[in-house]
């Protein structure tokens, strides 16, 4: 038997770029932990719509006993890849490691319709492109501000649009009044640095959170980190690679190691769950690339979430009190794919007189994911109001989190039960507001581009 046919048997339906490894397949011993974690299977009762039952497909087609069809796209697609199985699993599978590779798998070898394939080409010519938000940003802003959204929700007329321009329509956030201003590359500390600290800015979070971004680097600076956002970064891949575009992800993500490289920091901090995610696995993602591999490794082990960094320094800033009650929702990339769970509760309790309020079944996904809820707006709807539910049983003033996705998520749930004055903040602004001593009615009635954008 020759090499080519051994391969050939070892991925089964498989192409040969990364087929799914038999290694992180056979982790799996079926014992049903994952399936009270995982959205889909919580919502439908499905098998395959549990990580156990994907686990069984992928096994399936890897044996080459099942092939790579509609149907197995269609188990897949459902997947939210919010990776709580992996939380839940006492076997330690790594799950992320089995669902990007066949996606990747899927988008090379099972054809997708022409409309699928040409909103799927929307979003990813738009939201990874912050030029180009830029750009749409603008007549969005006109949009909002002149009233015709308000004419066209109220008229029923957004109802009329195809099923997913509906979805994006609802999830649009606020645009910034000064969505086109940026921050500066470098901001010194009041005090001396004690550390030199590289800052994603992001591609939504750039445009459309603009005071996210600010809040973040007031907070490093004030804590004694220089702060260095160099103006060259783009995008970081983790919508591609979510997506099943390797190729797109690995190009990326080189671009965004010589960029930071270049900037000679100790730490990369990120204030977005799902970016956090993927620049952690860059070395993954490049293993095979004699040029990159050791670099991406390097690069990964310097990247933090906000949270992560600032629980590592002595606090320096004063705090001052806050007296308000707030819900926190865990992003799924934060607790889930990084393992951040207790940090922004830790930097949230050094507020003086806040209330942190813990939501029910905190461990299963809001709906967000990603591209998940323009992708499958039904059933993204259908995990945000039981988010939103179990968000308005705390009794919470107000929500935070650590994700853009999931403050989109989470602000369009509300609104879909008509609460559009409860706030959602990125737990970086709570701490922001407190360090600048913001009263907590400017912080609850101002509207969410209130503390930025100037550094």
């Known amino acids: 038997m020759t090499h080519s046919i051994l391969q050939e048997e070892h991925r089964g339906a498989f192409d040969a770029h990364h087929p799914p490894e038999k290694t992180y397949i056979n982790d799996c011993v079926h014992c049903g932990f994952c399936l009270p974690a995982c959205p889909t299977y919580v919502l439908w009762g499905e098998e395959m719509d549990s990580p156990r039952g994907r686990i069984y497909m992928i096994k399936k087609a890897a044996d080459g006993e099942a092939p790579l069809d509609e149907r197995f796209r269609l188990h897949m697609d459902n997947c939210l890849g919010c990776m709580a199985c992996m939380t839940a699993c006492p076997s330690g599978v790594q799950y992320n490691k089995l669902i990007e590779p066949v996606r990747a798998q899927i988008e090379r070898n099972v054809p997708r319709g022409m409309g699928e394939r040409l909103f799927r080409r929307l979003i990813f010519a738009t939201f990874p492109r912050p030029e180009r938000l830029r750009v749409l940003a603008l007549p969005l802003l006109a949009y909002q501000k002149s009233g015709v959204r ?103 993500a080189k671009k965004m190691i010589a960029v930071f490289e270049a900037a000679d920091v100790d730490t990369v901090v990120i204030n977005s769950a799902g970016c956090g995610s993927t620049m952690k696995e860059y070395g993954h993602l490049l293993r095979d690339d004699p040029k990159w591999a050791e670099r991406a490794s390097a690069f990964s082990a310097k990247c933090k979430d906000v949270a992560e960094f600032l629980c590592e320094l002595e606090p320096q800033a004063e705090r001052h009190p806050l007296h308000l009650r707030v819900a926190y929702h865990d992003a799924c990339h934060l607790q889930h794919a990084q393992g951040v769970h207790d940090q922004p509760r830790r930097l949230l309790s050094q507020i003086p007189d806040l209330d942190i309020a813990e939501i029910p079944e905190a461990t299963l996904c809001c709906g967000s994911a990603g591209i998940f809820n323009l992708l499958q707006p039904y059933t993204a709807n259908q995990l945000g109001s039981r988010k939103v539910d179990n968000l308005l049983s705390t009794g919470a003033e107000a929500v935070a989190s650590a994700n853009p996705g999931c403050l989109l998520q989470l602000m369009h749930g509300l609104r879909r039960r008509g609460l559009k004055t409860m706030p959602a903040f990125h737990m970086v602004e709570l701490l922001d507001a407190s360090m600048r001593g913001i009263p907590r009615e400017d912080l609850l009635h101002s509207d969410n581009h209130r503390l930025a954008p100037h550094v």
């Open 150 to 252: 308000w004419l066209l929700r109220i008229s029923g007329i957004t109802r009329l649009l195809p099923r997913r321009l509906r979805a994006m329509e609802a999830l649009l956030p606020d645009v910034p009044d000064r969505f086109f201003e940026r921050l500066p590359s470098s901001i010194q500390p009041k005090k001396t640095a004690r550390r030199r600290v590289g800052m994603l800015s992001g591609c939504v979070q750039q445009v459309f959170f603009s005071h996210v971004n600010a809040a973040t680097a007031r907070v490093l600076a004030a804590e004694g980190c220089e702060v260095i956002i160099p103006s060259e970064q783009q995008c970081c891949g983790a919508l591609m690679l979510h997506s099943g575009l390797e190729d797109h992800a690995a190009a990326l």
